[in-house]
């Protein structure tokens, strides 16, 4: 007997909004710093709702949004805020509970 496996998409999971904003803060919160993490999942929401669309709501290149959001690309952080907008996201910023109160 003959198993055949597929590579896991995270994509093909994301199909209502909801599963975007859980997807997205799981994310952010296993991130850390790593800014090629949380480009790659913009990467993969973009394709759950549609790359062609993105690119004509952003004015930007398809292939240079596949580049860009892959992980391995380097976008600029302009790049992000038109990914983030073109896609209805906006960002909520709060101090993390391990945050210094002097600096708040």
Same mark, same amino acid.
């Given at each position: ?9 995270? $994509? @093909?999971? %994301?199909? &209502?909004?909801?599963?975007? @904003?859980?997807?997205?803060? /799981?994310?952010?919160? @296993?991130?850390?710093?790593?800014? $090629?993490?949380?480009?790659? /999942? %913009?990467?993969?929401?973009?394709? $759950?709702? *549609?790359? &062609? ?9 398809? @292939?240079?949004?596949?580049? /860009?959001? *892959? ?7 302009? &790049?992000? %805020?038109?990914? &983030?907008?073109?896609?209805? %996201? ?5 101090? *993390?509970?391990? *945050?210094?109160?002097?600096? $708040?």
């Amino acid at each position: 007997m003959t198993i055949k496996l597929k590579r896991w998409d995270s $994509a @093909e999971h %994301l199909q &209502t909004d909801e599963d975007i @904003e859980l997807y997205l803060q /799981a994310c952010f919160e @296993e991130a850390g710093d790593d800014a $090629a993490f949380i480009a790659k /999942a %913009l990467g993969n929401v973009a394709r $759950a709702r *549609s790359m &062609t669309q993105l690119a004509k709501d952003t004015g930007m290149g398809r @292939e240079s949004l596949y580049k /860009a959001l *892959s992980g391995e690309g380097n976008p600029s952080f302009g &790049t992000i %805020l038109k990914v &983030t907008n073109a896609l209805g %996201l906006k960002f909520n910023v709060h101090l *993390s509970d391990d *945050s210094d109160p002097k600096m $708040a």
